[in-house]
Protein backbone atom coordinates (compact mmCIF):
# COMPACT_ATOMS: atom_id res chain seq x y z
CA UNK A 1 0.00 0.00 0.00
CA UNK A 2 1.56 3.49 -0.68
CA UNK A 3 0.82 6.01 1.64
CA UNK A 4 2.02 9.42 2.55
CA UNK A 5 2.30 13.19 1.00
CA UNK A 6 2.20 13.44 -2.73
CA UNK A 7 4.96 14.70 -4.41
CA UNK A 8 4.67 16.23 -8.20
CA UNK A 9 8.41 15.14 -9.09
CA UNK A 10 8.12 11.33 -8.23
CA UNK A 11 6.02 10.00 -11.31
CA UNK A 12 2.79 8.36 -10.09
CA UNK A 13 0.02 7.25 -12.07
CA UNK A 14 -3.46 7.28 -10.33
CA UNK A 15 -6.47 4.90 -11.36
CA UNK A 16 -9.58 6.95 -11.55
CA UNK A 17 -12.91 5.46 -11.29
CA UNK A 18 -15.57 7.24 -14.11
CA UNK A 19 -18.40 5.77 -12.13
CA UNK A 20 -16.86 7.68 -9.22
CA UNK A 21 -16.53 11.21 -11.24
CA UNK A 22 -19.91 10.34 -12.18
CA UNK A 23 -21.46 10.54 -8.68
CA UNK A 24 -19.43 13.44 -7.70
CA UNK A 25 -21.13 15.39 -10.97
CA UNK A 26 -24.62 14.81 -9.66
CA UNK A 27 -24.07 15.68 -6.49
CA UNK A 28 -21.65 18.52 -6.61
CA UNK A 29 -24.46 21.47 -6.10
CA UNK A 30 -25.86 19.70 -3.40
CA UNK A 31 -22.66 19.00 -1.58
CA UNK A 32 -21.41 22.81 -2.10
CA UNK A 33 -24.67 23.58 -0.79
CA UNK A 34 -24.31 21.22 2.53
CA UNK A 35 -20.76 22.26 3.28
CA UNK A 36 -22.06 25.85 2.90
CA UNK A 37 -24.84 26.15 4.72
CA UNK A 38 -23.89 23.26 7.52
CA UNK A 39 -20.35 22.94 7.43
CA UNK A 40 -19.70 26.61 7.60
CA UNK A 41 -23.12 28.18 8.43
CA UNK A 42 -23.95 30.56 5.66
CA UNK A 43 -26.73 31.31 3.47
CA UNK A 44 -26.55 30.30 -0.38
CA UNK A 45 -28.45 33.27 -0.88
CA UNK A 46 -25.51 35.13 0.46
CA UNK A 47 -22.97 33.60 -1.56
CA UNK A 48 -22.83 36.17 -4.85
CA UNK A 49 -21.25 33.70 -7.41
CA UNK A 50 -22.32 30.11 -5.78
CA UNK A 51 -23.66 28.56 -8.85
CA UNK A 52 -20.83 29.72 -11.19
CA UNK A 53 -17.99 28.29 -8.45
CA UNK A 54 -20.41 24.77 -8.55
CA UNK A 55 -19.95 24.68 -12.19
CA UNK A 56 -16.17 25.16 -12.26
CA UNK A 57 -16.04 22.66 -9.99
CA UNK A 58 -17.99 20.53 -12.12
CA UNK A 59 -15.64 21.55 -15.22
CA UNK A 60 -12.42 20.67 -13.09
CA UNK A 61 -14.01 17.23 -12.35
CA UNK A 62 -14.84 16.79 -16.08
CA UNK A 63 -11.44 17.69 -17.06
CA UNK A 64 -9.89 15.00 -14.40
CA UNK A 65 -12.24 12.35 -15.77
CA UNK A 66 -11.79 12.95 -19.52
CA UNK A 67 -8.23 14.98 -19.84
CA UNK A 68 -8.43 15.10 -23.48
Known amino acids: MRVG ?3 KDLSE ?6 EA ?6 EAYDTCKFFC ?5 T ?3 DIENFD ?3 ELLKSQLL ?4 PE
Open 13 to 18: RFKLDP
Open 43 to 45: KIG
Open 63 to 66: ALCD
Open 52 to 54: EQV
Open 21 to 26: FGVLLE
Open 37 to 41: EVEEG
Open 5 to 7: VFR
